[in-house]
């Protein structure tokens, strides 16, 4: 069979996520991966066993991140694809998984057909993408391009309070191998699109341009604790006020500012977190994005002079903590591009896209040419056991990317 004709085998990717899906499972039918748990270490075995039965060289990095070599005709820099497999507490079947597994995939398909590439390829799955039980997200892809010092990622303490490396140790994934092991000539993620634009546009194909910027704040309320009947309204310290006021200051903040920025309080935390008693304290996360990095300087901007005021008018102690904070990426064009063609070329619908969500690709940016495949999410839901992409859309994805990575490491 010639390159052109090839098509992945679209049962055996669907199996596969099947496979890894019901690892975590919970009675909800969301997936459970939290990153450096048993339920993690499961799903990481699962895919490592998959890779040898590739006959992918492995490795593991000092990060835990894992790779699946396939080697070229030539000893030269890879194309590497890939994402991650850890899931948040409620997480979907496709975050992340679709491109590592579709990654398996078209190497499966290469070694059916007896195909070899000049360049390696490399399938990754990089640790603790979403950042759900260590800070920050896309941490292991943030310390793989020196983003991050090892050392202060290891020291880092889940929201369980198990320290990072302790856990990676845990788990039999303190890998050797240093960092960055590969460097790159390209690497392409695939992965659903997690909003709703595809779906709503009856169109296949996103070849992903840019991603958004990402400023992740932790804000610590310190107010005074008292009766909820025998306080006058005008003597209170209420935490639990203040974390409804950055709430809603956070919604008003994004119409203010307007174009792409979005706002999220997605975390509040009450202390004593009784009925009748004004909280003492509050712990809020607020989630900003934007595509313009000065948009988004604004925006933090301005809930800081916001928290400064709401302090003084409430007579409360307010203290913020950065968590993450990323520029928004622009992607390589002629990768985007090369995306767009080989859509159209099998004949897909296809759009330029911007990435709202962050991806590992955000990282590899820094030191190889990147861009993502996007494929449709079904009413754009994620984080969310409704997650679901059309079985047609995910073959049409991983075909989208076996043919890319092929003109790639050619």
């Given at each position: 069979m010639k390159a052109e004709q090839l098509r992945i085998n679209p049962a055996r990717l669907l199996d596969r996520l099947n496979q890894l899906a019901a690892i975590g499972r919970t009675e909800d039918g969301s997936c459970c991966r939290l990153a450096l748990t048993d339920e993690d270490k499961a799903g990481r075995d699962l895919v490592v066993r998959w890779m040898r039965e590739l006959g992918l060289e492995v490795?593991?990095?000092?990060?835990?991140?894992?790779?699946?070599?396939r080697r070229g005709t030539e000893d030269t820099d890879p194309v590497m694809t890939g994402s991650h497999i850890d899931t948040v507490r409620t997480g979907g079947r496709y975050d992340g998984c679709l491109g590592v597994l579709g990654g398996l995939e078209v190497v499966q398909t290469l070694a059916d057909a007896g195909l070899a590439t000049r360049r390696p390829l490399v399938v990754g799955a990089f640790t603790d993408e979403e950042g759900a039980r260590f800070h920050?997200?896309?941490?292991?892809?943030?310390?793989y391009v020196g983003g991050m010092p090892l050392e202060e990622l290891y020291a880092t303490r889940g929201i369980d309070g198990k320290i990072f490396r302790d856990e990676l140790e845990r788990i039999g994934y303190l890998g050797e191998a240093p960092l960055p092991l590969y460097r790159p000539h390209a690497y392409v993620e695939l992965h659903i699109e997690q909003g709703p634009v595809l779906d709503q546009e009856g169109i296949t194909i996103g070849a992903v341009e840019d991603l958004q910027g990402i400023s992740w704040t932790e804000v610590l309320v310190t107010g005074q604790s008292n009766?909820?009947?025998?306080?006058?309204?005008?003597m209170r310290h209420d935490a639990g006020y203040c974390a409804g006021a950055i709430a809603t200051f956070v919604r008003a903040l994004t119409k203010e500012i307007g174009g792409n920025q979005v706002g999220t309080v997605?975390?509040?935390?009450?202390?004593?977190?009784?009925?009748?008693?004004?909280?003492?304290?509050?712990?809020?996360?607020?989630?900003?994005?934007?595509?313009?990095?000065?948009?988004?300087?604004?925006?933090?901007?301005?809930l800081g002079e916001f928290l400064r005021q709401l302090a003084r008018e409430e007579g409360v102690k307010i203290e913020t903590h950065s968590l993450a904070r990323f520029a928004p990426v622009m992607f390589d064009e002629s990768i985007a591009a090369?995306?767009?063609?080989?859509?159209?070329?099998?004949?897909?619908?296809?759009?330029?896209?911007?990435?709202?969500?962050?991806?590992?690709?955000?990282?590899?940016?820094?030191?190889?040419?990147?861009?993502?495949?996007?494929?449709?999410?079904?009413?754009?839901?994620?984080?969310?056991?409704?997650?679901?992409?059309?079985?047609?859309?995910?073959?049409?994805?991983?075909d989208v990317l076996l043919h890319t990575l092929l003109e790639l490491a050619a």
């Open positions: 490795r593991i990095d000092q990060a835990g991140n894992i790779f699946g070599l920050p997200d896309m941490a292991g892809s943030l310390v009766h909820a009947g025998t306080t006058p309204m005008r997605g975390s509040i935390t009450l202390h004593p977190n009784l009925t009748n008693v004004i909280a003492a304290r509050a712990r809020v996360t607020v989630d900003l994005r934007n595509t313009d990095d000065a948009s988004l300087a604004r925006a933090e901007q301005r090369l995306i767009s063609r080989t859509a159209q070329r099998l004949g897909h619908s296809c759009r330029p896209m911007t990435s709202g969500a962050g991806h590992d690709a955000q990282m590899i940016a820094r030191i190889a040419p990147t861009a993502m495949i996007f494929v449709p999410s079904i009413r754009g839901i994620s984080h969310n056991p409704a997650e679901d992409t059309k079985p047609e859309h995910l073959a049409a994805g991983a």
